[in-house]
C-alpha cells in the first residue's frame, strides 16, 4: 500500500504504479519522470511504495516553459512551434528526463488540467527507453475539473510505463 498518499490514491491508481514498478525491478531497469500538469504527482507516488520504489531515479517537475527548457533541454524554439502541450515537446521531455539521469525509461507529461489556450483536460504523453523512438499519447478529457484530470493522466501515464516495459519483455 502506498503510505503519505493513501487513501487519496484509488485502488487502481496504486495497482497500476506496484506493476510498473514491478516490472522494472525484474527487468533490473530504472525510471523518469518528466511532469507539467501532473505536478510530480506520478514521482511521488511511485517513490511511496515500499520494497519497490528503488527502480525509480529522478523526477522533473517542469511546470513553466523556462523549466522544460532550463531542465530538460527542450528546445525553445519547439515550444514556440508546437506549443508546451504538444506531441513535440512531451517526446522533448521525455528524451530530456532520459539524457539527464540515470534511467532507462521515462515517461513525460503536459496538458491543460483545466483553462488554457488550449481545450480543458488536453494532455499529451510520451514514454521513451533509451535508444529507441517515443511511444506518444493525446488525450482530452474534457473540463472534468483539475483533479480528475490529473489523475486521468497518472492513470494514462502508468498504463504507458507499463504497456512500454511489457513490449520490452516481449522483444527478441
Do not use: N, Q
Not at 533490473?28 to 507516488?45: K, Q
Amino acid at each position: 500500500m502506498a503510505e503519505a498518499l493513501d487513501p487519496a490514491v484509488p485502488d487502481d491508481v496504486e495497482r497500476l504504479a506496484r506493476e510498473v514498478l514491478a516490472a522494472a525491478c525484474r527487468r533490473d531497469l530504472r525510471l523518469a519522470t518528466a511532469e507539467s500538469c501532473t505536478g510530480g504527482l506520478l514521482a511521488s507516488l511511485l517513490t511511496d511504495i515500499p520494497g519497490l520504489s528503488h527502480v525509480f531515479d529522478s523526477g522533473f517537475v517542469t511546470y513553466s516553459d523556462a523549466a522544460k527548457i532550463a531542465m530538460l533541454d527542450v528546445p525553445e524554439t519547439l515550444i514556440a512551434t508546437h506549443g508546451a502541450v504538444s506531441e513535440a515537446v512531451a517526446v522533448a521531455m521525455a528524451e530530456g528526463a532520459l539524457a539527464r539521469s540515470g534511467a532507462h525509461l521515462a515517461v513525460a507529461v503536459t496538458g491543460y488540467a483545466d483553462k488554457g489556450p488550449g481545450p480543458a483536460g488536453l494532455v499529451h504523453f510520451a514514454c521513451t527507453f533509451r535508444d529507441a523512438p517515443a511511444r506518444h499519447r493525446k488525450e482530452c478529457f474534457g473540463a472534468v475539473g483539475r483533479a480528475e484530470v490529473r489523475l486521468a493522466a497518472m492513470r494514462v501515464g502508468l498504463r504507458l510505463m507499463r504497456d512500454s516495459l511489457e513490449t520490452l519483455s516481449r522483444a527478441p
